[in-house]
């Protein structure tokens, strides 16, 4: 007997949709790239993917912005590269504090099924943006929305209330014997 043919494609009812909380946490590499490889997958499939990267600059054109824009995923910095040698850290303050806003904005609108937060636990290790509010915002997002987060030292309360956690552990890293960053691989 010959198979039946479907008449229209499975679409899978709202409800029935799972949104996933995940963090790639450690003081390995690889976890900002995991969450673009994901954010590709997606893409792929059909999925509205939408990036905010705390700290880094609005301006910076790394190899996956490049590529990110390519394939019209939206990316943006939400910091002035902010390092522990940035003169204002009130600024890199208040720009982490409102790229938040727009964060969770766009979290809870629905409106797009994978957030990525690259590098969103510093600000909250330094009290930039208050853990409570932030874990509480996931916790009540849609239910179809799925959301990463990246960044050392997650904090436990975003660990219990994330679905998939992993943490990269540096065995070695190419900095440590004197390499520098590489562009392609490192930004
Ligand atoms: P990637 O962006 O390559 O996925 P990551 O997100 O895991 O790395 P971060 O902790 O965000 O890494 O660090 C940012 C930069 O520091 C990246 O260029 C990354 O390659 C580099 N880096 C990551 N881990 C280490 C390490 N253990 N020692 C030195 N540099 C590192
Ligand atoms: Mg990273």
């Known amino acids: 007997m010959e198979e039946p043919k479907r008449v229209k494609p499975y679409v899978k009812p709202e409800g029935e949709r799972w949104g996933l909380l995940l963090v790639y946490t450690g003081d390995g590499k690889g976890k900002s790239t995991a969450a673009f ?3 590709l997958r997606a893409h792929g499939r059909g999925l509205n993917v939408r990036i905010f990267q705390f700290l880094k600059h609005q301006g910076a054109r790394f190899g996956e912005h490049r590529a990110l824009a390519r394939l019209g995923i939206p990316i943006e910095g939400l910091g002035d590269g902010f390092t522990w040698k940035s003169r204002d850290l009130k ?3 208040a720009l982490a504090q409102e790229g938040w ?6 979290i ?3 409106e797009w099924d994978l957030v990525v937060l690259d590098e969103a ?3 909250l290790r330094y009290g930039w943006v208050s853990l409570e509010e932030f874990v509480d915002v996931l916790k009540h997002r849609p239910s ?3 959301v990463v ?4 030292l997650a904090p436990g309360a975003l660990l219990d209330v994330a679905d ?3 943490e990269m552990r540096k065995v070695k890293h190419a900095f440590d014997q004197g390499v520098p960053a590489q562009r392609g691989i490192e930004h």
């Open 144 to 146: 179809h929305v799925h």
């Open 108 to 110: 809870l609108s629905g």
């Open 37 to 39: 490889g994901l954010a």
């Open 164 to 166: 998939t956690v992993t």
């Open 101 to 106: 806003e727009r964060a969770k904005k766009a």
């Open 149 to 152: 987060v990246t960044g050392r």
């Open 121 to 123: 636990t510093y600000p």
């Open 91 to 93: 600024a890199s303050k």
